[in-house]
C-alpha cells in the first residue's frame, strides 16, 4: 500500500536500510537492553550512511531525498530497534532548524558535516517546569558584544549524549516574540551533559538533560533574527517532530505484527497452531487493519510536505493514528503471548516499552485532538507547512536515479532472506490480488 507514495528508488533505499538494520543494529539489541546506555558507535555509524541529510540538499551534500524516503529510513530502523529509529529521526529533527532558520554561513559549515554523519545534531527546547508549554521556558540568553550568554537547562534533548550541535531555544525577551534560537557546539565552556538516566525503552538512545552554565556563544551562531526561537522550536515539532516520530511508532507496530504471527504460527495448542483458533485470528486482524490505515496516514502525509502542500491537519493525525494504535496493537500482542511476553528472551515486551516513549515528544494525543479540533472550527493559527512550502517541496531532479538500486528493487534482489515481508498475508492472497490488478 506504501508504493502508492514510493517509486523505485524509495524501495531500493528500503532494501538499504533494512539489509543493514538486520546486520547492524540486530546483532546489538541484546547488549543495548542489558547496560540500557547510549550507544555511541552504533549511532555514529548509522549517521555515516549518509541517512541523517535525507532531507538535506545536495548542494550541501545531502540526499535531497524528502520526507518520504526519511519515513522509510526510520520506519526500518524502528522496525529493528525503536532505539537506533529514535536516534534517526532526533538527528533529522535536529536537521531541521538549519535548514529553514539558517543563514548561508551556517548551512556551508553545518549541513555538509551533518550529511556526512560527522556532525549529529538535536533540538533543545523543553525545560522541567514548562514541559510543553513552549512560552513556559525560562533559560536565558543576554547578549554581551559579538557574544549571547547563556544559562539555563533543558531535558528530554534526543540524543543529548551523542550530540556534537544543539540548537537551543531560550529568552532573549519576553513574550511569544521573546525566544530566540542558537547553535551551541558540545565542547563549548559552560555547556554540560547531565547523567544519562535509565528509562522504561528505547535502550540505547538518549533522551537527557543539557545544562548552560554562562556558556559563551558567538551572535554568528544565531538561528535568524532574534524572536524567532517560536518559529523554530513550533515549525521543527510540527513539520519534523511528529512524521519522524509517527515513523518510528510505524515500524514498532510492523515489528509487533511480525513477532506476532510468527509466534502464532509456531505456537502449539490442542495440536495445532495459535494462529488456526478464530479469536486468534480476530486479535491479529485488528493489528493488521490497525497497522494498514496508520502506514497510510503516515505515507499520505509526507508524500504531501513531499508536494510542498498544506498538510499540518495530516502530520498532526498521523502521529495520533500511528501513536495510538501501535501502542493498541502491542497490548493485544502482550494479551496474545500471555505469560511468554513477560519474559525477555521475546521482544513483544520491548516494543511495548519502546511504543510509549512515542507517546509524549511533539504532543500527546489530546494534543493531537485539541489542534485537529481548532483546524475543524477553523481556528488553526496558520500552516507551518504552507508557510514553508517551497524549502519543503522535493525537485524531481534533486534525487539522483540510481538504475542498479531500482533494479534490486523491481526484482526483490538483495533483500535478506531471514526479513518478513512488509505485504502479510499468504502466497495465494498475493497472486489472487496480482490477477485482480
Given at each position: 500500500m506504501h508504493?502508492?507514495?514510493?517509486d523505485?528508488r524509495?524501495?531500493?533505499?528500503?532494501l538499504?536500510?533494512r539489509?543493514?538494520?538486520?546486520r547492524?543494529?540486530?546483532?546489538r539489541?541484546?547488549?543495548m537492553e542489558?547496560?540500557?546506555?547510549v550507544?555511541?558507535?552504533?549511532?555514529?555509524?548509522?549517521?555515516r550512511?549518509?541517512?541523517?541529510g535525507?532531507?538535506i540538499?545536495?548542494?550541501?551534500?545531502?540526499?535531497?531525498?524528502?520526507?518520504?524516503?526519511k519515513?522509510?529510513?526510520?520506519?526500518?530502523?524502528?522496525?529493528?530497534?525503536?532505539?537506533?529509529?529514535?536516534?534517526?529521526q532526533?538527528s533529522q529533527?535536529?536537521?531541521?532548524?538549519?535548514v529553514?532558520?539558517?543563514?548561508e554561513?551556517?548551512k556551508?559549515?553545518?549541513?555538509?558535516?551533518?550529511?556526512?554523519?560527522?556532525?549529529?545534531?538535536?533540538?533543545?527546547?523543553?525545560e522541567?517546569?514548562?514541559?510543553?508549554?513552549?512560552?513556559?521556558?525560562?533559560?536565558?540568553?543576554?547578549?554581551?558584544?559579538d557574544?549571547?550568554?547563556?544559562?539555563g537547562?533543558k531535558i528530554?534533548?534526543?540524543n543529548?549524549?551523542?550530540g556534537?550541535?544543539h540548537?537551543?531555544?531560550?529568552?532573549?525577551g519576553?513574550?511569544?516574540?521573546?525566544?530566540?534560537?542558537?547553535?551551541?557546539?558540545?565542547?563549548?565552556?559552560?555547556?554540560?551533559?547531565g547523567?544519562?538516566?535509565?528509562?522504561?525503552?528505547?535502550?540505547g538512545?538518549?533522551?537527557?538533560?543539557?545544562?548552560?552554565?554562562?556558556?559563551?556563544?558567538?551572535?554568528?551562531n544565531?538561528?535568524?533574527?532574534e524572536?524567532?526561537?517560536?518559529?523554530?522550536a513550533?515549525?521543527?515539532?510540527?513539520?519534523?517532530g511528529?512524521p519522524?516520530?509517527?515513523?518510528?511508532?510505524?515500524g514498532?507496530?510492523?515489528?509487533?505484527?511480525?513477532e506476532?504471527t510468527?509466534?502464532?504460527?509456531?505456537?502449539?495448542?490442542?495440536?495445532?497452531?495459535?494462529?488456526e483458533?478464530?479469536n486468534?485470528?480476530l486479535?491479529?486482524?485488528?493489528?493488521?487493519?490497525?497497522?494498514?490505515?496508520a502506514?497510510?496516514?503516515?505515507?499520505h502525509?509526507?508524500?504531501l510536505?513531499d508536494?510542498g502542500?498544506?498538510?499540518d491537519?495530516?502530520?498532526?493525525n498521523?502521529?495520533?493514528v500511528?501513536?495510538?494504535?501501535a501502542?493498541?496493537?502491542?497490548?493485544?500482542?502482550?494479551?496474545i503471548?500471555?505469560?511468554?511476553?513477560?519474559f525477555?528472551?521475546?521482544?513483544?515486551e520491548?516494543?511495548l516499552?519502546?511504543?510509549?516513549h512515542?507517546?509524549?515528544?511533539?504532543?500527546?494525543?489530546?494534543?493531537?485532538l485539541?489542534?485537529?479540533g481548532?483546524?475543524?472550527?477553523g481556528?488553526?493559527?496558520?500552516e507551518?507547512s504552507?508557510?514553508?512550502?517551497?524549502?519543503?517541496?522535493?525537485?524531481?531532479s534533486?534525487?539522483?536515479d540510481?538504475?542498479?538500486?531500482?533494479?534490486?528493487?523491481?526484482?526483490?534482489?538483495?533483500a535478506p532472506?531471514?526479513?518478513?515481508?512488509?505485504?502479510t498475508?499468504?502466497?495465494?492472497?498475493r497472486?489472487w490480488?496480482?490477477?485482480?490488478?
Open positions: 508504493r502508492h507514495f514510493t523505485q524509495h524501495e531500493a533505499l528500503r538499504r536500510v539489509d543493514f538494520a538486520e547492524e543494529v540486530r546483532p539489541i541484546a547488549e542489558a547496560s540500557r546506555t550507544c555511541h558507535d552504533l549511532s555514529r555509524r548509522i549517521a550512511q549518509g541517512w541523517i535525507v532531507t540538499h545536495r548542494a550541501y551534500g545531502g540526499m535531497g531525498a524528502g520526507h518520504v524516503a519515513t522509510l529510513i526510520i520506519e526500518e530502523l524502528s522496525r529493528v530497534s525503536g532505539a537506533m529509529g529514535a536516534m534517526a532526533a529533527l535536529g536537521v531541521a532548524k538549519i529553514h532558520f539558517g543563514n554561513e551556517q556551508k559549515t553545518w549541513l555538509p558535516a551533518i550529511a556526512s554523519g560527522d556532525c549529529l545534531p538535536t533540538i533543545a527546547v523543553t522541567p517546569h514548562s514541559g510543553g508549554h513552549v512560552l513556559g521556558m525560562t533559560s536565558t540568553a543576554v547578549r554581551d558584544g557574544d549571547y550568554i547563556l544559562n537547562r528530554y534533548v534526543g543529548s549524549h551523542v556534537d550541535l540548537g537551543v531555544v531560550v529568552r532573549t519576553e513574550g511569544s516574540k521573546g525566544l530566540s534560537a542558537f547553535l551551541v557546539e558540545s565542547g563549548t565552556p559552560g555547556f554540560r551533559v547523567p544519562q538516566q535509565q528509562a522504561m525503552g528505547l535502550h538512545f538518549s533522551f537527557g538533560e543539557l545544562f548552560f552554565d554562562n556558556c559563551r556563544v558567538p551572535a554568528a544565531l538561528l535568524g533574527r524572536g524567532d526561537g517560536l518559529s523554530v513550533y515549525s521543527s515539532s510540527v513539520l519534523y511528529r519522524n516520530l509517527t515513523a518510528v511508532s510505524l514498532i507496530h510492523q515489528a509487533v505484527l511480525d506476532t510468527t509466534f502464532c504460527a509456531e505456537r502449539q495448542r490442542y495440536g495445532k497452531p495459535l494462529a483458533l478464530g486468534i485470528k486479535k491479529l486482524g485488528r493489528i493488521q487493519s490497525r497497522l494498514l490505515l502506514r497510510l496516514a503516515a505515507y502525509a509526507v508524500h510536505l508536494q502542500l498544506p498538510c491537519a495530516e502530520l498532526m498521523a502521529k495520533l500511528n501513536v495510538e494504535s501502542l493498541e496493537s502491542a497490548r493485544d500482542a502482550m494479551d503471548h500471555a505469560g511468554c511476553g513477560l525477555t528472551d521475546r521482544p513483544i520491548r516494543f516499552r519502546d511504543a510509549h512515542i507517546f509524549a515528544p511533539a504532543g500527546t494525543s489530546d494534543i493531537q485539541l489542534r485537529l481548532e483546524f475543524a472550527l481556528r488553526a493559527k496558520g507551518w504552507s508557510r514553508l512550502a517551497e524549502q519543503l517541496r522535493l525537485a524531481p534533486e534525487w539522483p540510481d538504475e542498479e538500486a531500482a533494479e534490486a528493487a523491481r526484482t526483490g534482489e538483495g532472506p531471514t526479513v518478513p515481508s512488509q505485504r498475508g499468504s502466497s495465494r492472497q497472486s490480488f496480482a490477477r485482480l490488478r
